[in-house]
């Protein structure tokens, strides 16, 4: 087992250093989306690149640090029910909803994202807004790394969730002393 703990340290890890690498676009959309509405507020401009560049900011970062929110355990759920649950039952549903809902929603969007994207790479696809910014098929390719972290890190959940219920999970420490769970 203590292979499997090894690649879901691994999991762990490149999914916290690509959530921390990544954290640094979210103060640039506040700056963006600040400047923004000062520019419309104030001297009634708008710039359609600017407004694309909120949203070209926002799908990286909620697709690449996904993952990360995971890693963190900060992933919104119906904890009503899910906090009342004994430490074995959460590890129950934390398995199960991985290998069966989680895991297979990463496969299916993955997949079903490949054409799409590879259309938008073959014409080269552009903002269809005069003035918008161009190279869109690169913001599109961020659809399938990010859940593919996403998923890596379901498999992590999945090989923790097991050893828990095996017995055999310590406190698997990641990077800067966080830990998985939220334990």
Avoid at 84 to 100: I, Y
Avoid at 152 to 173: F, N
Wanted: hydrophobic share 55%; proline share 4%; glycine share 8%.
């Amino acid at each position: 087992m203590s292979w499997l703990q090894k690649i879901s340290r691994h999991i762990d890890a490149l999914n916290e250093r690509v959530g921390r690498a990544i954290s640094w676009l979210a103060s640039l959309m506040v700056v963006v989306v600040a400047w923004n509405v000062f520019l419309r507020l104030f001297f009634h401009k708008g710039s359609v690149a600017m407004q694309e560049l909120e949203w070209h900011l926002f799908g990286p970062l909620f697709l690449l640090t996904a993952g990360y929110t995971l890693v963190h355990n900060e992933h919104v759920r119906v904890d009503i029910f899910y906090s009342r649950l004994s430490a074995r039952t959460q590890a129950v549903v934390d398995f199960v909803g991985s290998l069966f809902f989680l895991i297979p929603v990463c496969i299916l969007v993955i997949w079903t994202s490949w054409p799409f994207i590879a259309a938008s790479w073959v014409v080269g696809e552009v903002s269809p807004d005069p003035g918008g910014i161009p190279a869109r098929y690169i913001l599109k390719a961020v659809i399938p790394v990010g859940f593919s972290l996403l998923g890596l890190q379901g498999v992590s959940m999945a090989i923790h969730s097991l050893c828990r219920l095996m017995g055999l999970e310590g406190e698997e420490v990641i990077a800067e002393g966080d830990t998985f769970l939220g334990t």
